[in-house]
């Protein structure tokens, strides 16, 4: 989000170290895996899985939705288990903002293409903090990140056409970066205040659960992962008046009663947020890796029926 934003990454970027990840190379399509996983950015770089993939010593494949004719049809494919025979357990993972705009109305038409799983290859991810960027490649990003950084910005400030929004905190040990008082979150987490309804919702629910259904008919596991939007998880600590009406229906709320107590992991990745410096990384919208690792954690509980 710095760049995207033209702030800082001395700013905003992460002080303080994390245990580096190792990172299995995703399955190919003709690989057999206990495990098919349909998700976006935050399943993009395979960190969670190869994680899982750890504790549960059980084999992942990944695809995306860029990578796949249409949801609808991935969904019934996966649930019926043509997509990747041999798979006990499906997991849909899909961003919160993104919830209701994936699966609250069936795709009417599907891209022609094979779908086909994330190429990714096997190394290592450093936990390190990242080094600054010397000679940012756009001149225009870098007049535009040190007008930023010479300005002392409080309150909410809307940047790059609302792309990213700062806010300030009500705490400054949450993040270990230098302006730790200030907070970053994607602007798409704003749409939810003008364009949900606890109908879109509901119908999002439905969908879903039927899928579940039919996967449950066949022997699978369906399991539904919604991941906080950031701006939910820290928003106790944005300070009043800085971060748009959240929906006044509780969508996690839904998901319990729809899929489960493990359904609703807001609660947890408060939690965890509350007590673990850079849960989600200070400059990006996604986890840290030790935010990936405590939903790998969560997710091994609720696949071995803890």
């Given at each position: ?165 700062k806010a300030d905190l009500t705490r400054s040990d949450l993040f270990s970066n230098r302006l730790s ?45 919604v991941i906080p939007d950031k701006s939910s998880v820290y928003s106790e600590w944005i300070a009043a ?20 107590i493990h359904s609703n992991i807001l609660a947890n990745f408060k939690q965890q947020a509350a007590n ?31």
């Amino acid at each position: 989000m710095t760049r995207i934003g033209h702030l800082a990454e001395r700013d905003f970027g992460a002080n303080q170290a994390q245990p580096s990840q190792p990172r299995l190379a995703n399955l190919k399509q003709t690989d057999k895996a206990d495990i098919l996983v349909l998700g976006d950015s935050f399943s993009a770089e395979n960190i969670w899985q190869s994680m899982l993939t750890k504790r549960l010593g059980l084999t992942i494949k990944t695809y995306h939705y860029n990578h796949i004719s249409c949801i609808s049809d991935w969904l019934t494919k996966a649930a019926q288990g043509i997509a990747s025979p041999g798979s006990s357990i499906v997991i849909i993972e899909t961003v919160e903002r993104e919830f209701i705009s994936r699966f609250g109305s069936e795709s009417t038409a599907c891209i022609n293409r094979i779908s086909s799983p994330l190429t990714i290859d096997s190394d290592t991810i450093n936990g390190d903090r990242e080094k600054w960027a010397i000679f940012p490649i756009d001149p225009r990003h870098l007049i535009k990140t040190w007008q930023n950084h010479s300005r002392k910005q409080y309150g909410r400030v809307s940047l790059s056409r609302n792309r990213v929004v700062k806010a300030d905190l009500t705490r400054s040990d949450l993040f270990s970066n230098r302006l730790s008082e200030s907070f970053l979150y994607y602007g798409g987490d704003d749409q939810k205040a003008t364009t949900w309804s606890a109908a879109r919702a509901d119908r999002a629910i439905a969908s879903l659960k039927h899928y579940q259904y039919l996967a449950k008919k066949n022997g699978i596991e369906l399991i539904v992962l919604v991941i906080p939007d950031k701006s939910s998880v820290y928003s106790e600590w944005i300070a009043a008046g800085q971060m748009k009406q959240i929906p006044k229906y509780d969508l996690y709320e839904r998901l319990t009663v729809a899929f489960g107590i493990h359904s609703n992991i807001l609660a947890n990745f408060k939690q965890q947020a509350a007590n673990t410096l850079d849960f989600y990384s200070p400059n990006d919208t996604h986890l840290s890796l030790n935010g990936f690792r405590y939903l790998s954690e969560l997710l091994e509980a609720q696949i071995q029926g803890e």
